[in-house]
């Protein structure tokens, strides 16, 4: 069985995904694998408190996206201007 | 010092009155030596380099007896040659450069440059050509990140924006340089990175703004928290009211500014620039490329102002700033310059940076001597001994450089990450040697129309390269097929290509090409403009 994360939204929609994918962000790498207990690590469930449902669900697209990306499959990948701002700050945070 | 302590100058007969032309006294008196020292290569380095640092020193310790001893030897040189004159039999044999350089390397160990040299010699029967040489395809390609993505598309919408409150100034950064390479950089967009107090305010293309805009902008902005300012191509705006108008409104100026450019400010001038550097007192690193009105005294303005504390400073193509004997006295005084860039200045030869390299370059970094075409091997040769920490140099257009100058960087330069050789006249040979002694550290070749350029060069390339990221290529019609596909094939960090002006490569070659993970410009793949690319840093872009 794969294994998945759970990231959660502002809102608290909850986003399931695998944990491949969710290694794409740097910063989920970091509290998926640092040592020392944390929660996150344990659980394998990561909230984010400033990063609204929209959001959230565009940043796991790319994540797939990404991985296709790398394995051959070259597709442009399709952001709505209206996002484009609060993408960008989000995505920075995430080092994706 | 007390100008009673120098006996006057026989060829000029008058007295030495200002530290500047007993500066220059000094360097008439070593040029002597310094030629000597320039046929004999590499010697001594260290002792020589110790004795240098104490030379300023023991001028002002000892001039009057330093000064006698020179008399008395030059009376000494000029007696005997006329001695020898008068009894012409007895004829002075010299020997010719030749002979005192096939000495100096039979005395010495061959340099690392000769032996490398001597091995590419060796190694010529050896090079075949290698079909089975094929780029990896199943590299594994890294997609573009998620900030890149969005801030494209911003970029393209920018008209949207209502504010960019909260965004990191280097989110602003990035999204001003992509909105400034589409050429729509305008008031709004300026009003919009200015406010909430950034510390850096980056705009790479201001032609739109106008001299009120600016007055504006530089009024509306917090200055106390302002340090990097970057405001290239406002020729139109960067003038001597919008400055005089900017003052009167604000007459603390810029106090906490360190970084300051005004590429393309045509309309700069001397006076101007002197308001701003009294109002600036901490700047660090400034870029005045372009800036055509300036003369020797902005130099002069910046060299008294700031020549304690400036680390980079640009004035390439300030073409105002014609030959004059300030200019070398000026260049002296930047005592902390790690990044110069003279690109292009008529003003700049051998004679002009001898001073310079020679007590003020030690901590030199990046330098740039691009179009400055009275340089010769001998202003190489004082970088190779002098410029020991030099990381980025630029040596595009020098039509007076020889493959010696290539050996005296080699040898002397031993850190350098970044080359330009664009238009250059070195040989393959010599090329490939340097490739070889020092290729491991580069991270950014240009050998863009270096005429030469063959598969010596292509197999140290992929031997030695490791960590090139950027590569220009173009114009290197003697490189093979198969030659590109070693590098692509060994250099493994590299990232971007150019090779424009190459007819030499099969279609399907470039079917292969178009599936590899480097980015390559030039060929048939990419657009009239893809050389208009961010890809290649320029000298000195890591301060601006």
């Not at chain 2, 006996?7 to 530290?19: F, K």
């Not at chain 2, 107090?197 to 902008?217: G, T, Y």
């Amino acid at each position: 069985m794969r294994e998945t994360v759970k990231l959660i939204s502002m809102e608290g929609f909850e986003f399931v995904i695998d944990r491949e994918a969710a290694m794409v962000s740097q910063t989920i790498r970091s509290m998926l694998t640092s040592p020392g207990g944390f929660s996150e690590s344990k659980d394998g469930v990561v909230t984010f408190p400033d990063i609204s449902t929209t959001i959230l669900e565009k940043i796991c697209q790319y994540f797939y996206w990404s991985l296709q990306y790398s394995r051959g499959k070259e597709t442009e990948f399709h952001i709505e201007p209206e996002l484009t701002l609060e993408l960008m700050m989000a995505a920075n945070y995430l080092h994706t | 010092m007390n100008s009673s302590d120098f006996p006057n100058d026989s060829r000029e007969n008058r007295r030495i009155n200002t530290d500047g032309e007993a500066i220059d006294a000094l360097f008439m008196a070593t040029e002597e030596a310094v030629t000597r020292d320039f046929l004999s290569g590499f010697q001594n380095q260290d002792v020589e380099m110790e004795e240098r640092k104490s030379t300023e020193a023991d001028v002002v310790k000892t001039g009057s007896d330093y000064w006698r001893d020179y008399e008395v030897k030059r009376n000494f040189k000029a007696a005997k040659h006329f001695a020898l004159e008068l009894h012409s039999d007895l004829k002075i044999v010299e020997k010719t450069e030749e002979e005192v350089e096939e000495e100096v390397i039979r005395d010495e160990d061959k340099s690392e440059f000769r032996k490398a040299k001597e091995s590419i010699k060796k190694r010529r029967q050896e090079i075949s050509t290698t079909s089975d040489m094929e780029i990896d395809l199943n590299v594994r390609r890294k997609a573009p990140s998620l900030v890149e993505l969005s801030a494209r598309v911003l970029a393209q919408n920018f008209l949207a924006i209502k504010s960019l409150k909260l965004v990191p100034d280097h989110l602003r950064k990035k999204l001003s340089y992509l909105v400034s390479g589409l050429g729509e950089f305008d008031t709004r967009l300026m009003e919009l990175l200015i406010e909430d107090s950034p510390s850096e305010i980056c705009a790479k293309n201001c032609v739109q703004l106008v001299e009120d805009d600016l007055v504006k902008i530089f009024c509306d902005c917090d200055r106390v928290s302002l340090k990097v300012l970057i405001l290239d191509l406002c020729g139109r705006s960067m003038t001597d009211y919008t400055i005089n108008q900017f003052f009167k409104r604000a007459p603390n100026g810029f106090p906490s500014l360190t970084t300051l450019s005004l590429q393309g400010a045509f309309c700069l001038t001397d006076n101007a620039l002197l308001l701003i550097s009294k109002s600036s007192p901490l700047l660090q690193y400034i870029n005045l490329t372009e800036c055509s009105l300036l003369t020797y005294r902005a130099l002069r303005i910046l060299a008294d102002k700031f020549g304690s504390t400036l680390r980079g400073l640009s004035i390439g193509g300030c073409q105002g700033i014609k030959k004059h004997k300030g200019f070398s006295s000026s260049l002296y005084k930047f005592e902390k310059l790690n990044y110069l860039s003279v690109a292009g200045l008529v003003s700049v030869n051998d004679g002009v940076v001898r001073s310079f390299f020679m007590f003020r370059s030690s901590i030199l970094t990046d330098l740039s001597l691009a179009n400055c075409n009275e340089v010769t091997d001998e202003c190489m040769w004082h970088i190779g001994r002098y410029c020991k920490k030099l990381e980025a140099l630029d040596i595009t257009d020098l039509d007076k450089l020889t493959d010696k100058s290539l050996e005296f960087i080699t040898e002397g330069c031993r850190y350098l990450k970044s080359l330009k050789l664009t238009s250059n006249r070195f040989s393959d040979e010599c090329i490939a040697a340097f490739l070889e002694v020092s290729g491991g550290s580069l991270r950014e070749l240009c050998l863009n129309k270096v005429r030469d350029v063959g598969p010596e060069t292509a197999f140290s390339l992929a031997k030695v390269c490791k960590m090139l990221q950027f590569l220009d290529l173009s114009w290197c019609r003697r490189l093979k097929e198969d030659d590109l596909r070693r590098i692509l094939r060994c250099c493994s960090s590299l990232q971007s290509l150019k090779l424009f002006g190459w007819t030499q490569v099969e279609d399907t070659y470039l079917e292969e090409l178009s599936r590899s993970d480097v980015h390559i410009t030039g060929l048939k793949l990419t657009s009239l403009y893809a050389h208009l690319d961010n890809f290649y840093p320029s000298v000195g872009a890591k301060f601006f």
